[in-house]
């Protein structure tokens, strides 16, 4: 198929030209996600780590419904923060709808399922080693939970990169929240949305291998600056 | 460590904040997918905000979906082609009146080997009829936009339902014109497409047009400010600025002049 | 906050300060699980200011005791007090343990120190120096920035150990702490306890090894089969156990 092969000579050219355009979407799509993964990690991970070692009735039903949470569907999501920030919905005086925060909130909304519940087994996991020794120091369950976090760091970092991974990756709710409107809110992946409807998709395949790239690209920036530091930390 | 990546972090964040550079005062136009897959809005705007400094924000979404976003509130201005449901949108309080701002032509689309001999009709709805004899796949859009409806009323009018053979030879797609000009190319289906979307489309295949000059087939956009009266948010100056620059001479001048590939996309008639 | 309890000459030279939890005393304490009564303790007084060493074979219920005594596992039924009143957080706190594998947090090991000097709010200023003398008191003194999980066997348990001494703990709590150290890395830990017992911390530590209990004991607590046996002297103990399990024990018949 000849678009494959055009396409990846278009991608390259995409990338050496350097257009200004394309980095703008880029750097738009890194910033919205990036961000919805920071907020995310900041609710999720204390959150997970909380249900990971507090007991109380209902954890397990809150469990599975954390996990199930993870699998949220994109336009669902959408469609509801649409709801919400539409001018006749409930928060629409915030006039947040096709802003780049309303398409932060609704990443953070489907990325924070996740890292809550990745984060909830990396703290159970390592809760069974220290449990007793944090006790010992006086520590309250919840009191352990700051202590768990630091000393999981580098298995949190897993459960940062596969929130990055859900949000740049995802299309559905941006595309509703932010309305795709040029130089304001379109990312890379409704970007490639519209260049396959126009039919361009020598295009649309170029722009999803530089996708591809950058999240291999922070995913590999991430587990090395991780790798180096657990290997320094002997966790 | 972690430091480290939050440094990273706050530079991809801070750098990026201060992004494209934003005027003082925009606008939310609703508009439909075939104003901007055609490239008519990335040509023609830029002259509108260079002029007045307004910035034009377009959601484009089918028809259907901008006049019920537009009836949130969640737009200052609706640019759309469905005119009973535009009067009825305007009739109902939620847009302030409708004008003409430019016509182009819906044209029925098929593969070459043409299942249901219809190349060269003039009549868009005994082609229809010719379609649904053979059982040869059609590719509707199935999403109520503004195609959508032009097309339904042309079934109406053939006195054919389609949507009982759904499923069968008539495929509905429920997604944009470009969507679906990609899915029916390659199932080998009619479709009918304006125009604009038609020529400005990359992935044409070996497809054709087969049905094209019959009035019926005429595709009129119109122009409403949303009601600021019915909702506070709605920026009706700069609304009304881009709607009397559309309808002006200016405006109709660079519609007229919009060209891809030596044709002409739309067809300025305000009065 | 006490001072640390390094066998630094000045401390030494001044009479051992009593213990301001003493006596431990324990009331009808039982501990169950899976239906199975692991211990029962109708009574038992801890007052000895010297190294209390709990010897028994395994399953006696040593490790339960401890761990009940420290507040980690709930009595089924029972009641402890510290001198006189039940242990509130004030006093849980007062306290250490150091188990038999070394849970030592994913910092370095001289983080592992400032962690534990941190939630005991020992100010900030104060906590550079006290780690810097606790890491040269422990043999540590080159390695505080090297990561905790990197050190050797007997260096973590030595950090284990020096990170419950931190705080200055009323009674430290041990559970077998040399039971996988070669005899050179028992015989610094060994020496750390002595340390910290003169400094007037009081000991209580369950051990394998009876010469440990006779090196390091002045009491000692016999359990077998979730029962205390025998508390007595270790001087009395060693020559003449009094219940006819000790002295299989200590004749190594029961070592199991």
């Given amino acids: 198929m000849q678009d494959f092969a055009s396409s990846l000579d278009r991608s390259i050219g995409l990338i050496i030209s350097g257009d200004a355009e394309l980095w703008a979407i880029v750097l738009l799509s890194l910033r919205v996600s990036l961000s919805a993964v920071v907020i995310a990690a900041v609710i999720g991970m204390p959150l997970g780590a909380a249900l990971a070692v507090a007991r109380f009735p209902g954890r397990q039903v809150l469990i599975v419904l954390l996990n199930a949470l993870m699998g949220l569907p994109p336009v669902v999501v959408g469609l509801l923060l649409y709801l919400m920030l539409s001018n006749a919905g409930p928060l629409g005086m915030l006039q947040l709808l096709y802003t780049p925060t309303a398409m932060i909130l609704a990443q953070v909304v489907l990325v924070m399922p996740i890292i809550a519940a990745l984060s909830r087994q990396v703290v159970e996991t390592l809760d069974r080693e220290y449990s007793e020794q944090l006790r010992s120091f006086g520590l309250s369950r919840l009191g352990s939970v700051p202590t768990l976090l630091w000393d999981g760091r580098f298995s949190l970092l897993t459960a940062f990169l596969a929130g990055f991974g859900r949000a740049i990756a995802e299309v559905g709710a941006v595309m509703i929240v932010g309305g795709n409107i040029n130089h304001v809110t379109r990312v890379m992946t409704t970007t490639i949305a519209l260049e396959t409807s126009k039919g361009n998709l020598a295009l649309a395949l170029a722009l999803g291998t530089i996708l591809i790239v950058l999240a291999i690209a922070v995913n590999a920036a991430t587990s090395l600056m991780g790798g180096t530091a657990r290997r320094l930390a002997h966790a | ?271 | 906050m006490r001072d640390l309890r390094l066998p630094d000459p000045r401390s030494c030279i001044a009479a051992t300060p009593a213990v301001r939890d003493l006596p431990i005393a324990v009331q009808g304490l039982r501990f169950e699980s899976g239906g199975k009564t692991l211990l029962d303790v109708p009574e038992l007084t801890i007052d000895a200011a010297g190294p209390t060493m709990i010897l028994g074979p395994n399953g006696a219920g040593k490790s339960v005791l401890v761990r009940l005594l420290h507040g980690l596992l709930e009595p089924a039924a029972g009641q402890i007090t510290l001198a006189g009143r039940r242990p509130d957080r004030a006093a849980r706190i007062r306290q250490a343990m150091v188990f038999q594998r070394p849970v030592l947090l994913r910092r370095s090991v001289a983080g592992n120190l400032h962690y534990v000097l941190r939630i005991r709010g020992v100010p900030r200023a104060e906590r550079r120096s006290r780690v810097r003398d606790l890491l040269a008191h422990g043999d540590l003194a080159g390695k505080g920035h090297q990561p905790a999980r990197s050190l050797s066997g007997g260096e973590e348990q030595r950090l284990a150990l020096l990170r419950a001494l931190a705080a200055s703990p009323e009674i430290l709590f041990l559970d077998e702490p040399t039971s996988s150290l070669d005899p050179a890395a028992t015989q610094r830990i060994e020496a750390l306890i002595l340390g910290a017992a003169r400094a007037g911390t009081k000991v209580i530590m369950v051990t394998h090894d009876l010469g440990q209990a006779r090196r390091l004991g002045q009491e000692i607590l016999f359990l077998n089969a979730g029962r205390v046996e025998e508390q007595t002297p270790a001087a009395r103990f060693f020559p003449r156990p009094a219940s006819a399990a000790a002295r299989a024990f200590v004749d190594g018949q029961l070592l199991v």
Avoid at chain 2, 156 to 169: H, L, M, N, R, V
Avoid at chain 2, 214 to 219: E, R, S, T
Avoid at chain 2, 257 to 266: A, H, P, V
């Fill in chain 2, 1 to 271: 460590m972690l430091k480290g990546i939050l440094i990273a972090l706050s530079l991809v964040l801070g750098t990026t904040s201060s992004a494209p550079a934003q005027t003082d005062s925009f606008i939310v136009v609703q508009s439909t997918t075939s104003t901007q897959n055609s490239g008519l809005f990335e040509y023609m705007l830029p002259k509108f905000t260079d002029q007045t400094g307004i910035e034009v924000r377009v959601v484009a979404v089918g028809t259907g979906q901008a006049i019920k976003n537009a009836m949130n509130g969640d737009g200052d201005v609706l640019f759309v082609h469905a005119k009973p449901a535009e009067k009825k949108f305007v009739a109902e309080g939620y847009g302030v009146a409708r004008f003409d701002v430019m016509y182009n032509d819906f044209v029925i689309v098929g593969p070459p080997s043409d299942p249901a001999g219809i190349k060269g009709m003039t009549d868009a709805t005994d082609a229809l009829r010719k379609i649904a004899e053979a059982r040869a796949p059609f590719a509707s859009r199935g999403d109520d936009s503004g195609t959508n409806k032009a097309e339904m009323r042309l079934w109406k009018d053939a006195g054919i339902d389609p949507t009982t053979f759904s499923g069968e030879w008539y495929r509905e797609t429920g997604s944009g014109m470009g969507a679906t000009l990609n899915t029916g190319t390659a199932m080998g289906a009619y479709i009918m497409t304006d125009r604009a979307t038609w020529i400005a489309f990359n992935n044409k295949g070996d497809y054709e047009i087969m049905v094209e000059g019959d009035p019926q087939l005429f595709n009129q956009y119109g122009v409403i400010l949303v009601n600021p009266e019915r909702f506070a948010n709605v920026n009706a100056k700069a609304g009304q600025t881009f709607i009397d620059w559309l309808l002006g001479e200016e405006g109709q001048e660079i519609i007229a002049s919009y060209k891809l590939d030596g044709q002409q996309l739309f067809f300025p008639n305000a009065k």
